[in-house]
């Protein structure tokens, strides 16, 4: 099974920007979708952004304009540029790919970022 690690998580300060990475053991070309959740403190975790079939792109409407989901097929590795960020997008961030419906999404371990002066 596909084994997923983020990076790229840090500290900034409101208005900066940051990417995550999210490397995956193996190809998720085909894969039904793929994407970045988050989760802070005392919430339950939500979709950021996520890449269906390979060409529909979904955003949470908090992040729209701001967040920028890609894939490298040929790296076997997704983004998310987070740009203008602001203190509420503080959380943990997971990817997750799903190879199809009828098969569970793998999650990685996450990663935190941090938005804060």
């Known amino acids: 099974q596909v084994q997923l690690v983020e990076s790229g998580g840090g500290l900034v300060q409101p208005g900066g920007s940051l990417r995550l990475s999210c490397a995956a053991s193996?190809?998720?070309?085909?894969?039904?979708?793929v994407g970045w959740y988050r989760q802070a403190p005392g919430r339950q975790r939500e979709l950021v952004a996520h890449?269906?079939?390979?060409?529909?792109?979904n955003y949470a409407d908090s992040v729209k304009g701001r967040f920028t989901i890609s894939r490298d097929d040929a790296k076997n590795t997704m983004y998310l540029q987070m740009n203008s960020l602001k203190p509420e997008d503080t959380a943990v961030y997971f990817c997750?790919?799903?190879?199809?419906?009828?098969?569970?999404?793998?999650w990685g371990q996450g990663t935190q970022v941090t938005v804060s002066s």
């Open positions: 997750n790919a799903q190879q199809s419906l009828y098969i569970p999404p793998r």
């Open positions: 193996g190809s998720i070309f085909s894969f039904y979708a």
């Open positions: 890449i269906i079939r390979s060409s529909i792109t």
